[in-house]
């Protein structure tokens, strides 16, 4: 319709976005007398803001407004009554809003059509160049430990991890159509329940590690029968809004989490005690883990929930129950990221709450749209480069953020498939123009 009216469509994107800029600036310019000026609160404010538009209703400038106003209210009540509860409130307030009210308090229904995710190109099994390339991957990763040292085999356990992390965060994003900014939660429900099996239960490691996806598991299980009821942005806010309820409480629970102290002495068993032999340890677990995710999505699940994903009414009229598979999706997603936050925990010792807080979602987004979301093996690239290059560059230079933003940015613009989906579409043209 924008086209049609002979509107160019960049340009009134381009006026929308530096009208929203300029509000957003002098809402912070307004701010300044009553907050001083810190190096987080763009993160703390846009988080703020996403609770009042969904809360309010998409497209509804009057119900962000009474949003903001009844957050406001509340907050400035909550602080006087219940101070336990500030860390969370809102957060609170969204999750009840939107369980009892999907679209906002002033917000319209979606319509079935916009949930529709676009169609992609169909997966296929791996060929059988791909599966030598991954078999020589493998076998570089088997023989890497006697070439380096402990600290390079720490860092690798690291990458392995993130990667199971990212890549069962892509299992619900990708195969699933579902975006969720609270992923973090189960990746952290893990750690802690391994941790705490350890620390109160005194299990040995084995047991501690089968905790860690079983305690994720249910939170995923919980949590997903609420989110799988919404979608779009609702969805994924619904997601957050679990995943801050979580970290408030893992924040605040001294006596039994540790509180903003976290968890200290969670090692591996003596057995796995060296660090190569963790590193083995880890690699069999995030390895098996990653193909059994790959399974699941060329299983008959998996088709079936890309069939929800790509036409959900379609889905619904031959009679696939489309939120049961959706709930089972965030249950195995979910069940994974605690495993990979089990594996972690044994690996650094320590846990504490920054490992279920937004960082940690939105790092987990970042390594799937870096890698590919249409793609399998992206979420594992994305990882490896996300992880790698913080590393490099937080021991080169301080100013490590604002180099890895920048090179990450240039990546996405350069790369808008994601690393491996730009390959793929390389190695796709070069076959086509072999074929002609």
């Keep these: 319709m924008v086209a049609a009216l002979g509107v160019n469509q960049a340009w009134l994107f381009s ?15 307004l701010q300044l007398p009553r907050e001083a000026v810190t190096h987080d609160m763009d993160l703390r404010i846009i988080a703020d803001a996403f609770v009042v538009v969904v809360v309010g209703g998409m497209g509804s400038v009057a119900g962000a407004f009474l949003a903001a106003l009844l957050i406001g209210e509340l907050s400035a009540f909550g602080i006087w009554v219940f101070p336990q509860i500030t860390l969370v409130l809102t957060f609170l307030i969204m999750a009840v809003v939107l369980v009892v009210r999907p679209w906002g308090l002033l917000g319209k229904p979606e319509l079935a059509a916009k949930t529709a995710h676009a169609p992609e190109p169909v997966l296929r099994p ?5 599966r030598l390339a991954a078999a020589a991957v493998v076998m570089a990763l088997l023989l890497l430990p006697a070439a380096v040292g402990s600290y390079a085999q720490f860092l690798l356990i690291e990458i392995f991890c993130l990667a199971l992390f990212a890549t069962s965060l892509h299992f619900i994003m990708g195969p699933g159509g579902m975006v969720s900014f609270g992923h973090a939660a189960y990746f952290g429900l893990g750690a802690y329940g391994a941790g705490l099996a350890v620390k109160h239960l005194a299990v040995p490691m084995s047991v501690a590690l089968a ?31 679990f995943a801050q309820i979580v970290y408030a409480v893992v924040f ?40 059994l995710l790959r399974r699941f999505v060329f299983a008959p699940f998996g088709m079936t929930l890309r069939a929800c994903r790509d036409a959900p009414l379609r889905a619904d009229a031959i009679g696939i129950d489309i939120r049961t598979h959706q709930w089972l999706a965030f ?15 044994f690996l650094k010792g320590t846990i504490d709450p920054t490992w279920l807080a937004i960082p940690q979602s939105i790092e987990g987004l970042v390594m799937v749209l870096l890698g590919g979301v249409q793609t399998l093996v992206g979420p594992i690239v994305g990882a490896a480069a996300y992880h790698g290059l913080e590393i490099e560059f937080a021991t080169i230079t301080r100013y490590w953020p604002l180099v890895l933003g920048a090179i990450i940015v240039v990546l996405v613009l350069a790369f808008p498939q994601g690393i491996v989906g730009f390959a793929q579409a390389c190695l796709e043209r070069r076959g086509t123009a072999r074929a002609s």
Excluded: E
């Design 15 to 29: 006026s929308v976005f530096a009208l929203g800029a300029f509000l957003a600036a002098l809402g912070g310019a």
């Design 252 to 291: 605040q629970w001294y006596d039994f989490t540790g509180g903003d102290n976290g968890l200290v002495g969670i090692w591996p068993a003596p057995w796995a005690s060296r660090t190569i032999v963790y590193y083995y340890l880890a690699l069999a677990l995030n390895l098996g883990a990653l193909l």
């Design 331 to 345: 249950a195995i997603a979910g069940t994974f990221a605690g495993l990979s936050g089990g594996i972690l925990a």
């Design 126 to 130: 791996a060929g059988r160049g791909a």
């Design 211 to 241: 905790m860690a996806p079983a305690v994720a598991l249910a939170g995923a299980l919980l949590f997903g029968w609420f989110c799988v009821r919404l979608s779009g942005v609702y969805l994924a806010m619904l997601s957050l809004a």
